[in-house]
């Protein structure tokens, strides 16, 4: 089985301010890992993903993410937050050894992110 | 903008009535999915259909029948739903099923059952 925990409903960063967004994975394989973002009245826009390789991933609007095997998590962070980043970010996770036919990707609930002007 | 399109965009319906939510992408993928995003609750997965194959229906009600006459369109047809059932429908598409492709969606149709 697979699973995905963000565990912040809600963060809140002032502009300008680095920011984190948490992400922890349970996986029996190796982990697939996506983050997506999703707008107001939108739907979810793909920002980056973690496949094999370097530990570090860039992503679209500055955003990067770090995958750490030790503490099964992968968050995505950014050195300087803007207004426009204010948004819903989900995990996501997929187990690469979930054999032939398993299309599930488990999405986290989603957390929150304001941006303080 | 995301090459994803979904009608209507929003829909209201009473429990007896038939309708039905369009998808269609213009990226040449081969997979295509139907989620349902509930307030407070994760995204959950309805069904996937790969080279136009069913591939995955995830214990969803026979109110809801899904249908992919192509690669570029997807269809759920609803009947007789549940106030429960009032949600955001996403409709997202990939290259194709494969573990490590990343998936874009449409910008949902908003569903109130009454």
């Known amino acids: 089985a697979q699973s995905v925990a963000q565990p912040e409903d809600q963060v809140n960063v002032a502009e300008g301010n680095p920011l984190t967004v948490k992400c922890t994975y349970s996986v029996s394989g190796n982990p697939y890992l996506f983050w997506y973002v999703q707008y107001p009245n939108r739907g979810l826009q793909f920002l980056l993903k973690?496949?094999?390789?370097?530990?570090l991933v860039k992503g679209s609007y500055g955003f990067e993410a770090e995958f750490n095997k030790s503490q099964t998590s992968f968050h995505l962070k950014k050195p300087s937050a803007l207004v426009s980043d204010s948004a819903l970010y989900f995990c996501a996770v997929r187990d690469s050894d979930s054999g032939a036919g398993s299309y599930q990707l488990t999405f986290g609930k989603g957390t929150k992110l304001s941006v303080i002007p | 903008e995301t090459g994803v399109t979904q009608t209507p965009r929003h829909l209201v319906m009473g429990m007896t009535n038939k309708k039905s939510l369009k998808c269609e992408q213009h990226l040449g993928h081969n997979a295509m999915y139907w989620y349902k995003q509930s307030a407070k609750k994760p995204l959950e997965l309805m069904f996937v259909y790969n080279f136009k194959e069913q591939t995955e229906n995830n214990s969803v009600p026979s109110r809801f029948s899904p249908e992919c006459p192509n690669s570029s369109h997807l269809f759920l047809h609803l009947h007789t739903l549940q106030p429960e059932d009032s949600a955001l429908y996403l409709c997202a598409s990939s290259q194709d099923g494969a573990s490590g492709r990343e998936q874009f969606f449409g910008p949902g149709t908003r569903l109130t059952v009454l």
């Open positions: 973690y496949i094999t390789g370097d530990n």
